[in-house]
């Protein structure tokens, strides 16, 4: 970007159809649309992200203003207070728009997550926490708490269930 | 619309400083049962499996062992993920840790299952305080190997799941583990015959001929992967009845049809000891009548053989043949290691620093302790701990820093148990050897059917009272105790 030239402004329209208007230097940080900035930019075009919310892109833009010291504080805010699904989206929205440093940081945070969940003793646990249902045939979900009652937390059984073929 | 969003994001923000603050110093990570029960909108939005699968399996490849286990078993959906071949490539590239397995084998009987030690769990935990405490560990994480003569066929599997141990004449014995696969040799002669990976169950057969019947006694073996070629390897030093005075090298790379010779083995190796695989080679100390105690090592890349002398002081007269078993090879962080056990009251760890350079033997630590038998390091520990097996029986971690012991006894059906260390993988076995000669079979040991913990082989660790002090220790100390 030339000093010289004035800041142009590239203009999005969210998920939840709200506009957003954020500055050329932050939109040349979102790999998919740096190549289009100057045509959006010469016609006026409003890009669609049908999968980003106004909040989770509030979120991106203010990761990709920050410098890099001052993300590391940023990244550590929003890994206290922030639930899970605020965090896939913000990985969700990363990945789409392709912030690099923003997608390895967020996974690095939720596969913090997912050990913390693997903690847990019993499945349905670690399911309700990450807000998934099982789809395993009732046969084996039968087989998972019977070797949980004999053989007690799961993460323990685990080991075993998984060699021991019955999933395949 | 930007104002409505700049005075958003700073209200946000603010909040969650002031509230950070607050909390800092009391935990980093906020337990996450608690995040979910919270009132937020996350029940009508975004799950963890809304992410794209690259970036799931990105973050599922992060995990430790036993969190990739458990994902496992949430749903279909993570069970694929973790199947995936992209999978098996990020957690290959992200190291991961060298992970312990105990085989419990005496002379007479060995057992199929292979009993994985959360070290993490059991090592953070601190030791029990009061000296008649006895702590109880159960090993419930097990994986199991292939039983000889029966890859297949249903009723072998269900001898196998009733009695988990076996007659030495009937089970495998474990080689050496390299990239995560185990090669696997027959009972007795010790033939090379399965390559296996414990993790996934999946196993391959070596092929045998009719001459493999007919060797004169027990067959050295080794099992290896060549970097540049991207080939796994297997050698064995065999003598033929027709000239039972000279020991043959044959290598079979993996997935290919047969062995091959590769001519004599040059160092007569006698009784081969401590069989230790690094970086693409594989060292024994070799035992002969004649010539003092070396280490034989054959490069399975080059497929040929070398010598590496053993740290100085092994020249000398009282290291030699005799007392070859008071010492052992092994590999501790990621040098090749010997350990020397000769002396009465303490033992040398011996590291060499520069791998294939004998200069640059190292005296790593030299640990005190009355033991008279053998302790064989096993792996550095995250605080810096050394882990050693004691005695084929107990589990040992030793501080070098504050001097002290942490004994922790395994208790199972059979007294004596092998270590194998292990860096697990998650690479289909078809990809990870390559080739056209593959019939890949898997492991499909169940556990259903009314069997109880009982019918499988069950591993507790056993640790009790204090830890004791190297430095203090009367003398003996190690019998009274764990009886």
């Known amino acids: 970007m030339s000093s010289s030239k004035k800041s142009r402004i590239v203009k999005f329209k969210t998920s939840d159809d709200k506009t957003f208007e954020v500055e050329e230097a932050v939109a040349v940080q979102f790999e998919t649309i740096k190549s ?54 913000l990985l969700v929205a990363a990945t789409y728009l392709r912030v690099e440093d923003l997608i390895h940081r967020v996974s690095q945070r939720v596969s913090k997550m997912v050990i913390e969940i693997g903690k847990l003793p019993e499945e349905e646990d670690v399911r309700k926490t990450i807000n998934i249902k099982s789809d395993f045939p009732p046969q084996v979900e039968e087989e998972l708490r019977k070797l949980r009652r004999t053989l007690g937390p799961l993460s323990d059984v685990l080991v075993l269930f998984v060699s021991s073929g019955l999933l395949e | 619309m930007t104002f409505f969003f700049h005075y958003f994001i700073l ?66 959906t993570w069970r694929m993920l973790v199947s995936d071949p992209l999978f098996a490539s990020m957690h290959r590239s992200r190291a991961p840790a060298l992970e312990l397995l105990l085989h419990p084998k005496s002379v007479s009987c060995a057992s199929t299952t292979l009993h994985w030690v ?19 560990t159960r090993l419930n994480s097990k994986f199991y190997l292939p039983l000889p003569g029966c890859n297949i066929e249903k009723k072998c599997l269900n001898v196998n799941t009733s009695s988990s141990r076996s007659s030495f004449m009937d089970c495998y014995g474990i080689v050496n583990s390299c990239n995560g696969l185990l090669c696997l040799s027959e009972p007795i002669y010790n033939n090379p015959h399965i390559i296996c990976n414990p993790v996934t169950g999946e196993h391959i057969s070596i092929p045998r001929s009719e001459e493999d019947d007919m060797f004169c006694g027990p067959v050295i073996s080794g099992f290896g992967y060549c970097r540049r070629s991207n080939k796994y390897k297997v050698l064995r030093l065999v003598c033929q009845p027709e000239n039972m005075y000279q020991t043959m090298a044959e290598v079979y790379t993996v997935g290919t049809a047969s062995w091959r010779s590769i001519g004599c083995e040059p160092f007569d190796l006698g009784l081969s000891l401590f069989t230790t695989y690094l970086n693409g080679v594989v060292h024994w100390v070799s035992d002969t009548a004649n010539s003092p105690a070396v280490i034989v090592a054959f490069n399975f890349e080059e497929e040929q053989f070398s010598l590496i002398s053993l740290p100085p002081h092994f020249g000398e007269t009282h290291k030699e043949k005799e007392n070859l078993h008071y010492m052992n090879m092994g590999v501790l962080g990621g040098c090749l290691s010997v350990c020397d056990a000769t002396f009465w009251d303490h033992f040398d760890i011996w590291v060499m620093k520069e791998y294939g350079d004998p200069t640059s033997w190292t005296k790593e630590h030299v640990i005190c302790a009355h033991s008279g038998c053998l302790h064989r390091p096993i792996k550095f520990l995250e605080n810096g701990d050394i882990l050693m097996i004691y005695n084929k029986a107990e589990l040992v971690a030793y501080s070098p820093v504050e001097g002290y012991f942490r004994y922790l006894k395994i208790d199972g059906v059979l007294a004596v148990f092998e270590a194998i260390t292990h860096v697990p993988s998650f690479v289909p076995l078809a990809d990870a050897v390559g080739g056209d000669h593959l019939n890949v079979h898997t492991i499909k040991a169940s556990c259903s059917e009314g069997e109880s913990s009982e019918g499988t082989e069950t591993l507790f660790l056993v640790e009790q009272g204090k830890p004791r002090s190297a430095s203090k220790s009367t003398s003996f100390w190690a019998v009274d105790d764990g009886e």
Not at chain 2, 59 to 70: A, G, Y
Not at chain 2, 118 to 136: H, M, Q, S, Y
């Open chain 1, 36 to 89: 289009m900035i100057d045509y959006v930019c010469a016609n006026d075009c409003t890009i669609p992200l049908p999968n980003v919310n106004a909040k989770t892109l509030a979120m991106v833009v203010e990761w990709c203003k920050k410098h890099a010291d001052e993300r590391d504080q940023l990244m550590e805010v929003d890994v206290d207070e922030a639930p899970g699904a605020v965090l896939y989206d």
């Open chain 2, 11 to 76: 209200n946000h923000l603010s909040r969650k400083i002031s509230r950070r603050s607050k909390r800092r110093g009391r935990r980093s990570v906020r337990p996450l049962s608690q995040t979910t029960k919270e009132p937020s909108a996350a029940a009508s939005c975004t799950t963890i499996l809304d992410l794209p699968g690259p970036i799931l399996i990105d973050i599922l490849s992060r995990l430790p062992f036993k969190s990739i286990l458990v994902s496992r078993c949430i749903c279909t």
């Open chain 2, 118 to 136: 959360d070290l993490d769990c059991i090592f953070k935990t601190a030791p029990p305080v009061d000296r008649n405490e006895r702590r109880k």
